[in-house]
């Protein structure tokens, strides 16, 4: 692994602080790896998963989680929850996020891991083998941003689908 990928994990880690969040959860979530679809004409064919559509999964499933802890705010104002995504897999290796994910409102910490989970059930690429665990802190940073098991680092960093709690201090 070259330097550079060493270099932009600390300053990742360096980067992304937990210490601010209500309540961070640490949580693996897989991917199918290849679903039926069909065309509208009573055909069907086989879509492989990508980077790009486990992407747009991710987003899927942070617009309905918005949604079940913001209600209408996750849209109207762009509420959203603070989550750092990383896309792990590829080579073989079945694709599945890991993620730092906040859970905002102190009435939800009690059942929010069957919250993420039954959003996550409800995107396409969605699979059932998922973990969901209180109290992530900079451990679950240094474990998500290991350069194992991610062919390019740079990209395994989903950016697109992150969300940090703005710090105003300069």
């Known amino acids: 692994?070259?330097?550079?990928?060493?270099?932009?994990?600390?300053?990742?880690?360096?980067?992304?602080?937990?210490?601010?969040?209500?309540a961070p959860y640490a949580v693996t979530l897989t991917l199918r790896q290849k679903r039926m679809v069909e065309d509208g004409q009573?055909?069907?064919?086989?879509?492989?998963?990508?980077?790009?559509?486990?992407?747009?999964?991710?987003?899927?499933?942070?617009?309905?989680?918005?949604?079940?802890?913001h209600g209408k705010a996750a849209s109207r104002f762009g509420r959203s929850v603070n989550v750092v995504p990383i896309l792990e897999g590829g080579n073989g290796k079945r694709l599945h996020y890991h993620a730092a994910i906040d859970c905002p409102r102190d009435d939800l910490r009690r059942?929010?891991?069957?919250?993420?989970?039954?959003?996550?059930a409800k995107t396409d690429w969605g699979y059932w083998e998922h973990d969901v665990q209180?109290?992530?802190?900079?451990g679950w940073i240094d474990y998500i941003s290991k350069t194992r098991d991610k062919p390019v680092?740079?990209?395994?960093?989903?950016?697109?689908?992150c969300h940090l709690p703005i710090d105003c201090r300069v």
């Open 1 to 22: 692994m070259p330097s550079t990928a060493f270099q932009l994990r600390d300053a990742f880690r360096d980067f992304v602080d937990l210490s601010t969040w209500q």
């Open 42 to 69: 009573g055909r069907s064919f086989e879509v492989r998963l990508t980077a790009d559509r486990a992407s747009q999964n991710f987003r899927h499933f942070m617009k309905l989680l918005n949604a079940a802890v």
């Open 111 to 120: 059942d929010f891991h069957h919250l993420i989970f039954s959003c996550w």
């Open 134 to 138: 209180p109290h992530a802190d900079a």
């Open 153 to 161: 680092f740079a990209d395994a960093i989903d950016w697109s689908n």
